[in-house]
């Protein structure tokens, strides 16, 4: 009887054990990798910088080799020109160097018109890596202004009685009240001017749309829907999916959209309900993931279509290192792990374009793969700018977490003072009120365990084995004890 009682519980700790001696041990990522990264990223992206410094008025999209397909930055629809000019603001925040924050002022300055844009949901995604770095790192109030009026523009396209920011113009119809997973990224923009100036409804009206996304988009077991759409009531008309397999499926990116962006919300309010919302898909992801550690364009898709897409595993590697500080250990250790895999593999002869003909940085991204909605797909197996974005971001927080890096280096944008606090609206409240109550950035919250230390790679090993070691003599008498039962 004793051995049937507690084998289960010996069984458990060697494992833990084992698995924690594995997840630190299995990858190679360590400093000296992130700097060769970063040194190639810096390379690719002066390359594309001088080729382009005639015509600061497009930003690069995407390549499937040789040159890159460039999109205008008065583009009303386009939503990946933020991106470019994000990535060179990261360059020039690890060196402070003039030159790139010339480029980078060049290539940020020309959005300036995106500001006023009304027809999308996509002004976060094409301003926060740019205006929003841009004042981050130089404090210029005319980056902040910016930033402020576009979030009164996006603010317009909130819808009070759905409580969600209303996708997109340029799919009504057949979309009425179009709820999609790529927003809660955007969302930042409302969170962010809502501290920094901004009317402090907005606040209220992301964070709304983050609850309405959990509630709906996020299925039982984690995986997501890429579309919900609503009447004008509130009444779900359709769930499914734009850039997927299928609606039932989970597209690989916005499953990554929606690790980012319940992390990046918890980060400004510290609801604890978007905490849970990030670690719920997060554990779909890490589930669903290949031995490589980058995932398929869709999850759910056919042996024969299982393109890989090199951005979703970008952006979840970064999100993953921050949302590993925000939860305690043995979570926070594998989240970490597990971003540092993806980094590992990104940053391979595998997924890294150094001595290809690409101008990107990352290979082997998926745009839109080839579906019912789009037969021919876009940009299938190519260089994203926004992958390219999200790895040199991941880069920068794994190294803002090494020893010996400037206390700022790759941290994410200020969440700032937060808005006057209030009760937070329920997630059917069809009037949030006065904004939620805001918690300041501070340490994980109870019961999440102490922050996790930053030591990673074989170091971590060790302990944890030497753990297990040390409690097998209780255990092996344990066994021998009779039940009392």
């Given at each position: 009887m004793?051995?049937?009682?507690?084998e289960?519980?010996?069984?458990?700790?060697?494992?833990?054990?084992?698995?924690?001696?594995g997840m630190?041990?299995?990858h190679?990522f360590?400093?000296a990798?992130?700097?060769?990264?970063?040194?190639?990223?810096?390379?690719?992206?002066?390359?594309?910088?001088?080729?382009?410094?005639?015509d600061?008025?497009?930003?690069p999209?995407?390549?499937?080799?040789g040159?890159?397909r460039?999109?205008?930055h008065?583009?009303?629809?386009?939503?990946?020109?933020?991106f470019?000019?994000?990535?060179?603001?990261?360059?020039?925040?690890s060196?402070?160097?003039?030159?790139?924050?010339?480029?980078a002022?060049?290539?940020?300055?020309?959005?300036?018109?995106?500001?006023?844009?009304?027809?999308?949901?996509?002004?976060?995604?094409k301003?926060?890596p740019?205006?929003?770095?841009?004042?981050?790192?130089?404090?210029?109030?005319?980056?902040r202004?910016?930033l402020l009026?576009?979030?009164?523009s996006?603010?317009?396209?909130?819808?009070?009685?759905?409580?969600?920011?209303?996708?997109?113009?340029?799919?009504?119809?057949?979309?009425?009240?179009?709820?999609?997973?790529?927003?809660?990224?955007?969302?930042?923009?409302?969170?962010?001017?809502a501290?920094?100036g901004?009317?402090?409804?907005w606040?209220?009206?992301?964070?709304?749309?983050?609850?309405?996304?959990?509630?709906h988009?996020?299925?039982?077991?984690?995986?997501?829907?890429?579309?919900?759409?609503?009447?004008?009531?509130?009444?779900?008309?359709?769930?499914?999916?734009f850039?997927?397999?299928?609606d039932?499926?989970?597209?690989?990116?916005?499953?990554?959209?929606?690790?980012?962006?319940?992390?990046?919300?918890?980060?400004?309010?510290?609801?604890?309900r978007?905490?849970?919302?990030?670690?719920?898909?997060?554990?779909?992801?890490?589930?669903?993931?290949?031995?490589?550690?980058?995932?398929?364009?869709?999850?759910?898709?056919?042996?024969?279509?299982?393109?890989?897409?090199?951005?979703?595993?970008?952006?979840?590697?970064?999100?993953?290192?921050?949302?590993?500080?925000?939860v305690?250990?043995?979570?926070?250790?594998r989240?970490?792990?597990?971003a540092?895999?993806?980094?590992?593999?990104?940053?391979?002869?595998?997924?890294?374009?150094?001595?290809?003909?690409?101008?990107?940085?990352?290979?082997?991204?998926?745009?839109?793969?080839?579906?019912?909605?789009?037969?021919?797909?876009?940009?299938?197996?190519?260089?994203?700018?926004?992958?390219d974005?999200?790895?040199?971001?991941?880069?920068?927080?794994f190294k803002?977490?090494?020893?010996?890096?400037?206390?700022?280096?790759?941290?994410?944008?200020d969440?700032?003072?937060?808005?006057?606090?209030?009760?937070?609206?329920?997630?059917?409240?069809?009037?949030?009120?006065?904004?939620?109550e805001?918690?300041?950035?501070?340490?994980?919250?109870?019961g999440?365990?102490?922050?996790?230390?930053?030591?990673?790679?074989?170091?971590?090993?060790p302990?944890?084995?030497?753990?297990?070691?040390?409690?097998?003599p209780?255990?092996?008498?344990?066994?021998?004890?009779?039940?009392?039962?």
């Open positions: 004793a051995s049937r009682h507690r289960p519980l010996l069984t458990r700790l060697l494992a833990l054990g084992v698995g924690l001696l630190t041990s299995a190679a360590d400093d990798a992130a700097d060769r990264a970063l040194a190639f990223s810096r390379r690719q992206l002066e390359r594309t910088a001088t080729g382009l410094s005639a600061t008025t497009r930003s999209k995407s390549s499937l080799g040159s890159w460039l999109v205008e008065t583009d009303k629809v386009g939503w990946t020109q933020g470019f000019p994000g990535a060179l603001w990261y360059v020039y925040e060196g402070r160097e003039r030159v790139w924050r010339e480029r002022d060049a290539w940020t300055r020309p959005l300036e018109v995106q500001k006023t844009n009304t027809a999308t949901h996509d002004l976060g995604f301003l926060m740019s205006f929003g770095h841009a004042y981050r790192l130089t404090g210029d109030p005319f980056y202004d910016v009026t576009a979030a009164g996006l603010a317009t396209r909130f819808h009070p009685t759905v409580g969600v920011i209303d996708c997109c113009d340029w799919n009504d119809p057949p979309w009425h009240v179009a709820l999609v997973t790529d927003t809660l990224v955007d969302l930042e923009l409302l969170f962010w001017a501290r920094h901004g009317d402090p409804r606040n209220d009206q992301a964070l709304r749309h983050a609850l309405k996304t959990l509630e988009m996020v299925r039982a077991d984690g995986g997501t829907f890429h579309v919900v759409d609503y009447d004008d009531t509130g009444r779900i008309l359709f769930r499914g999916t850039q997927g397999y299928s039932g499926s989970t597209w690989a990116r916005g499953q990554a959209w929606a690790i980012y962006g319940f992390t990046m919300a918890y980060r400004y309010t510290r609801d604890p978007l905490l849970e919302g990030a670690r719920k898909v997060t554990e779909y992801y890490l589930a669903h993931l290949p031995a490589d550690s980058v995932p398929p364009w869709d999850f759910d898709a056919p042996a024969d279509q299982r393109q890989k897409d090199s951005s979703a595993a970008a952006i979840t590697a970064s999100a993953l290192l921050e949302l590993s500080t925000y305690g250990e043995p979570a926070a250790g989240y970490r792990g597990a540092l895999a993806m980094l590992d593999h990104l940053a391979s002869p595998a997924y890294l374009a150094e001595g290809t003909s690409s101008p990107g940085i990352l290979l082997h991204g998926v745009a839109f793969y080839r579906t019912p909605i789009k037969p021919q797909g876009d940009d299938i197996d190519a260089s994203l700018i926004y992958g974005y999200y790895f040199i971001e991941a880069l920068q927080r803002q977490s090494s020893p010996g890096m400037p206390p700022d280096a790759g941290t994410p944008p969440a700032g003072t937060p808005p006057d606090a209030g009760t937070p609206p329920d997630v059917g409240s069809p009037d949030a009120g006065s904004p939620p805001q918690r300041p950035p501070g340490p994980p919250e109870p999440d365990g102490e922050p996790p230390t930053r030591e990673g790679g074989c170091a971590a090993a302990g944890a084995l030497l753990t297990v070691l040390a409690l097998w209780w255990l092996a008498r344990a066994r021998r004890r009779p039940s009392t039962r």
